[in-house]
């Protein structure tokens, strides 16, 4: 009796695995079909992302490397803005420059000439000229004394070339 239980309950334990197994075959067989696939298209997909992240940074230097193009035309511009600016006040000076000499030209080539003017002269005096080396030495009623002279030199009355001529040695 022992035996018919053992047998009857490994018939009953066969009965319920054999579809179970059956069941991890298909799994297994599945399992493998993704595997298979897996390692068909993991490959190119992992290459093509690959080449993208590489395109991704060259169109990345591409677009910095114009930007930097684009900063140095805007700065060439800038300075050629700022040329043409001081182009045209130098022009707007040169012109006024010009059109007042213009002006100034015409207005002397156009200018009426004053008549001749007549020379007057003092009359003549009753004293006699002096020679050269009378006009040098003071005469003694011209002298001054040395702090005189000190004093209308440091005033600025004094004629500081011949300072020396133009005292007496009193002091």
């Known amino acids: 009796m022992s035996i018919l ?9 066969l009965v319920v695995a054999i579809p179970a197994l059956q ?4 799994a297994a067989r599945s399992a493998e079909k993704l595997f298979d696939t897996l390692s068909r298209e993991l490959p190119p997909t992992l290459n093509a992302i690959r080449n993208t992240g590489l395109e991704i940074t060259d169109l990345t230097e591409d677009v910095s490397e114009g930007v930097k193009s684009a ?3 805007v700065k060439q511009v800038d300075k050629s803005l700022d040329d043409a600016r001081k182009q045209a006040q130098n022009l707007q000076s040169g012109t006024r420059s010009l059109v007042v000499g213009v ?3 015409w207005k002397t080539f156009t200018r009426q000439k004053p008549p001749k003017r007549t020379v007057e002269r003092l009359p003549v005096t009753g004293k006699p000229h002096l020679t050269l080396g009378e006009r040098e030495v003071p005469s003694p009623e011209n002298r ?8 209308n030199i ?7 070339v011949n300072w020396k001529d133009n005292f007496d040695d009193e002091d």
């Open 23 to 26: 069941e991890l075959a298909r």
């Open 154 to 160: 440091n005033d600025g009355y004094s004629d500081p």
């Open 103 to 105: 002006k100034t030209a």
């Open 144 to 151: 001054r004394t040395k702090t005189e002279a000190y004093r």
């Open 5 to 13: 239980l053992v047998a009857v309950s490994l018939t009953a334990v």
């Open 71 to 73: 900063s140095q035309v």
